[in-house]
């Protein structure tokens, strides 16, 4: 059996393949664990990210996605060399704020694209 002992506040974690990614509270770094090794690899840094709230991953375009204050979507490379963001509509009537996502992919579309 496996441990992974983090001693910080977690927010999310999420698994692409065989590596582990953790975005933490008031953090903008996002850090990375082989777990078949079980050797922490090098962290990916995301500038511009403050507060981070849950991360999701998606096996079809091999990103990662990080919530952040249920104001933007940052879309990762697995390398942290693609970083990309973009801000959330606000709900119609402005009654919720979401707080966590997961990815869906559209099988149907010719890219793949994330719905």
Known sequence: MS???????????????????????????????????????TDIHVAGLQWSWNIAACELTFRVY????????????????????CRLPKSPDDTFTPSTFVTVSDINSPAGDVT
Not at 67 to 81: K, L, M, P, Y
């Open 3 to 41: 441990v992974l002992r983090v001693i910080d506040y977690v927010w999310g974690v999420a698994q692409l393949h065989d590596i582990v990614y953790v975005v933490r509270y008031v953090s903008s770094t996002i850090t990375r664990f082989n777990i078949a090794t079980h050797q922490r690899l």
């Open 66 to 85: 990080i919530a952040e204050e249920a104001i933007f979507v940052w879309r990762v490379s697995t390398d942290g060399a693609d970083i990309q963001h």
